[in-house]
T-cell receptor, first 110, second 117 residues
Framework: GQNIDQPTEMTATEGAIVQINCTYQ??????LFWYQQHAGEAPTFLSY????GLEEKGRFSSFLSRSKGYSYLLLKELQMKDSASYLC???????????FGKGTTLSVSS | NAGVMQNPRHLVRRRGQEARLRCSPM?????VYWYRQLPEEGLKFMVY????????ESGMPKERFSAEFPKEGPSILRIQQVVRGDSAAYFC???????????????FGPGTRLTVT
């Protein structure tokens, strides 16, 4: 079956670093995506990994290990506006539909 | 460049009525995906369409739900005889294609929140 797991909730303070983990078991693999979703808004694209390793983009980085079925999203220098849900999604071998985890709600406090 | 447009943003229907949700993809995008997000649940894929074609409807409930993406106009997700369990946020996403680049991220619209009373 298709399964994507990520923690339900995480808390952190402004200026800190937080790592959100995601593990997946899918029938195929054609890329892993991270999206950010503020309450009541559309998911917005953050990052994409298809090869093993770290992709860095400003304060956000994403890591992938295909052999372990594992990814993480690293957020540095946290700001209050980073409080949101972070969605891990895998595109299966069909290369079309995204399979989403339930999301991790991150709360950043001062 | 306008993003993905969805309307209405909020829709209230009584049980048994029909709901029509509209999605206009980003300019230049010919691929449309519909997802449903239930409270406390992740986004679930429903259907993938290109102009005048349904490519993958493996996530669509077998009854009452249908989708189209005509040659002209927006994509429509239609739910007939709505029930309370259909209450959810319905998101549309578009992409320019699935070949050529290694990936095409999907750009999401603001969603339609359907409430069935």
């Amino acid at each position: 079956g298709q399964n994507i797991d990520q923690p339900t909730e995480m808390t952190a303070t402004e200026g800190a670093i937080v790592q959100i983990n995601c593990t997946y078991q899918t029938s195929g693999f054609n890329g892993l995506f991270w999206y950010q979703q503020h309450a009541g808004e559309a998911p917005t694209f953050l990052s994409y990994n298809v090869l093993d390793g770290l992709e860095e983009k400003g304060r956000f980085s994403s890591f992938l290990s295909r052999s372990k079925g594992y990814s993480y999203l690293l957020l540095k220098e946290l700001q209050m506006k980073d409080s949101a849900s972070y969605l891990c999604a895998v595109r299966d071998q069909a290369g079309t539909a995204l399979i989403f985890g339930k999301g991790t709600t991150l709360s950043v406090s001062s | 460049n306008a993003g993905v447009m969805q309307n209405p943003r909020h829709l209230v229907r009584r049980r048994g009525q029909e709901a029509r949700l509209r999605c206009s993809p980003m300019k230049g995008h010919s691929h449309v995906y519909w997802y449903r997000q239930l409270p406390e649940e992740g986004l679930k894929f429903m259907v993938y369409l290109q102009k005048e074609n349904i490519i993958d409807e493996s996530g669509m409930p077998k009854e009452r739900f249908s989708a189209e993406f005509p040659k002209e106009g927006p994509s429509i997700l239609r739910i007939q005889q709505v029930v309370r369990g259909d209450s959810a946020a319905y998101f549309c996403a578009s992409s320019p294609g699935t070949s050529g680049r290694a990936h095409y991220e999907q750009y999401f619209g603001p969603g339609t929140r359907l409430t069935v009373t």
